[in-house]
């Protein structure tokens, strides 16, 4: 059968749709499906909240489209199906002397995924985002597969564009060379958020970021843990293979104490003038993605993630938003800090030059309004909210954060004037609206 | 000592979701292999991705099951290619029963795609083998073999005449040094079953190939994927027929 009724939801959990998905195996299957029935094509649904949701409609499941095609190590360009997990090709090109250009935090996202949300990696501040290395790529449309690339308007409407120009087919990667397949990593404990933005804005690593105590106050608000990593040849032994959570927590186990308790033993593991690690890619890369369905630790309600980018000038607003979430008491045990370079692949790109904050929440009533206070805060500092994982963000709000949303949607509801590929998301936010 | 001789395979029916599964885990052992199907552009899609995942050899050759033409290429090709020569089978249709109640002449093509087929291919693959000394082949049948039943009856039919030629076929490869592996999956998470109605303890087609190469390695006769099908399927054959001929399972 072509369609199933079911029900899902993105990584956070607390958003869910009932609807009917087709999960293709063949290219020629996608084609068929994308004339006969335009709908949004989804990857392994690692955005958080309702962007890959489609409620009471239809969605394609990119999860069997998932073969590399073609490889020409001259010009360092991989070809690959739209559902191909990053971490599959970590594990075949790492060896070969290869990786993808830009890698988010977690290898289970696919292709199509990290195209549809630009996404941005720990070297941000050298190379950009996921888009701006993509070749070209083709669109699986109503009248047959579209190839595009840069020189096409469609091309930047597509790169971050949440799948509003259609199910990504494949697409061509350019690939970073590297000296090896594993990771040189220096970890340092940082004793506040000054020293973090210091330490941030010096750094020379080719991957940086932050780990954050959020539940930290006082002279401590913002201490954590910066970690640099470089790679280079070197034998380790491989990654071990992932364990799962079997079942979904009780609601108290990332309550405040252990939260709290856990962070402070977080952060004094690493020694208090550091220490230099080896560790296979998919550890330094992936740390999560060890422990399969980590989302069940939040419980059956779920979790959010609050993630912000902020103009480097306007980087005291991180202090408030810290300080106001570690006095609230809603335990984070993940919190990131990260500097953030200008490139941007896309018209509905989320990075810009500044310094991104990221901070998990269990679901609770409490966190939604910390939220989106918490957004608000970014909006007035002009910064933006990644809308990979915005669950309480405002219609309103978005034409300050994405200036060139208008644009976007004239040029993909003209694609689209049907609206078969808005997700739940571009609803609930209004994003091609064109008033 | 020599080197490994390289290990050939034959997969037919290479489109199925559960072939893939198994091709990828033999490119990455570094298995040369041969494709067949009908669908040639998916197949040429696959057979790219195996190269990129370490097979020295991945090609696509045109294989249907119910065209005895499209077989002496094959046989011809995997003579040309040195080494241990092996098979798996994964062909079959299943048209649903309604369909062939209405229809009976759909049964002739179940019995060629699941039965007569891949049986004729393997019997002109057989000496092959036994030149050799060596090689293993996995014809993959299904639980639906086991006992005839009203949902399914005319492919059940057809799979369980290809598990009995596959316990023929054991039965006369054990004496040469080859080897023939039955393979009853239950339930997988294929695109036959996806949306289907009724579907429990689905297994993904990734655990399928994992068994499968676990039952290569260790010289298993015949295997249920996931196991625990080899009690549920003891348990559905136990039933006394007069009170399973009033059942609807």
């Known amino acids: ?435 | 000592m020599t080197e490994t001789a390289p290990q050939t395979w034959l997969i037919l029916g290479a489109t199925s979701s559960m072939a893939r599964a198994l091709a990828r885990k033999l490119a990455e052992q570094g298995a040369q292999l041969l494709l067949a199907g009908r669908d040639m552009d998916d197949l040429a899609a696959t057979a790219a991705d195996c190269r990129l995942r370490g097979a020295p050899l991945a090609e696509a050759v045109a294989f249907d099951a119910r065209d005895p033409g499209t077989f002496q290429p094959i046989l011809d090709r995997m003579s040309a290619l040195d080494g241990t020569p092996n098979a798996a089978v994964f062909v079959g249709s299943m048209p649903p029963q309604e369909e062939i109640d209405t229809d009976p002449s759909l049964i002739d093509g179940t019995v060629a795609d699941s039965f007569t087929g891949p049986a004729r291919l393997l019997h002109g693959l057989a000496p092959l083998l036994e030149e050799r000394g060596a090689g293993t082949i996995v014809g993959v049948s299904s639980v639906a073999g086991d006992r005839g039943r009203v949902g399914n009856y005319c492919y059940g039919a057809a799979k369980a005449g290809f598990t009995t030629y596959m316990s023929g076929l054991r039965n006369r490869l054990g004496r040469s040094g080859a080897h023939a592996i039955t393979v009853k999956p239950g339930f997988v998470d294929t695109a036959m079953t996806w949306g289907l109605e009724g579907m429990f303890l689905v297994a993904p087609p990734d655990a399928v190939a994992d068994s499968i190469l676990k039952a290569v390695a260790r010289k298993k006769n015949v295997i249920y994927t996931p196991f625990f099908w080899r009690y549920i399927m003891m348990i559905i054959r136990a039933v006394p027929e007069p009170i399973f001929r009033k059942m609807s399972i």
């Open chain 1, 1 to 435: 059968m072509t369609w199933k009724q079911t029900d899902y939801s993105g990584w956070g959990r607390y958003y869910t749709a009932s609807g009917q998905l087709a999960r293709p195996e063949r290219a020629s299957a996608l084609a068929r499906i994308a004339a006969e029935t335009p709908c949004p094509a989804i990857g392994q649904r690692r955005s958080y909240a309702d962007s890959c949701l489609n409620s009471d409609g239809r969605a394609i499941d990119t999860a069997r489209l998932d073969r590399f095609i073609g490889f020409d190590a001259e010009a360092g360009l991989l070809e690959v199906e739209s559902g191909v997990r990053l971490s599959d090709i970590v594990t075949h090109f790492a060896p070969k002397g290869w990786l993808p250009s830009v890698l988010p935090g977690t290898g289970f996202a696919t292709v199509g995924g990290a195209i549809g949300m630009d996404v941005h990696g720990k070297n941000h501040h050298h190379l950009g985002s996921f888009g701006q290395h993509v070749e070209s790529l083709t669109l699986a449309t109503p009248d047959g597969p579209r190839e595009i690339n840069a020189a096409d308007p469609l091309f930047s409407a597509t790169i971050g564009g949440m799948g509003q120009t259609g199910p990504i087919a494949s697409a061509k990667l350019r690939m970073l060379p590297v000296k090896g397949d594993v990771m040189m990593v220096t970890e340092r404990r940082i004793e506040g958020l000054d020293s973090y933005f210091t330490h941030l804005d010096e750094s020379q690593a080719t991957y940086t970021v932050g780990w954050i105590d959020a539940t930290a106050k006082g002279d401590a608000l913002g201490r954590g843990i910066l970690e640099e990593g470089e790679t280079g040849p070197g034998l380790v032994p491989p990654a071990k293979r992932g364990k799962r959570v079997p079942f979904n927590a009780p609601h108290f186990a990332l309550s405040g104490p252990i939260v709290r308790r856990f962070n402070a033993a977080y952060y004094r593991r690493i020694p208090l003038r550091g220490r230099t690690v080896v560790k296979p890619l998919e550890d330094y890369f992936f740390p999560l993605d060890k422990i399969h369905d980590w989302n069940r630790l939040y419980g059956k309600r779920g979790f959010h993630q609050f993630q912000c980018v902020v103009p480097l000038a306007e980087r005291e607003i991180l202090r408030d938003m810290l300080s106001r979430v570690s006095g609230a008491g809603l335990a984070s045990p993940l919190a990131v800090l990260k500097r953030m370079g200008p490139g941007r692949g896309g018209m509905m790109s989320f990075p810009m030059e500044g310094y991104t904050l990221a901070i998990d929440f269990p679901a609770r009533d409490e966190a939604a309004w910390m939220i989106r206070s918490l957004i608000a805060m970014a909006t007035e500092a002009q910064g933006r909210v990644y809308l990979a994982k915005d669950a309480f963000a405002a219609p309103e709000q978005m034409d300050a954060m994405y200036p060139e949303r208008a644009a976007w949607a004239g040029i993909v509801n003209a694609l689209d004037p049907e609206q078969s590929y808005a997700t739940d998301m571009i609803r609930r936010l209004s994003l091609r609206s064109q008033a």
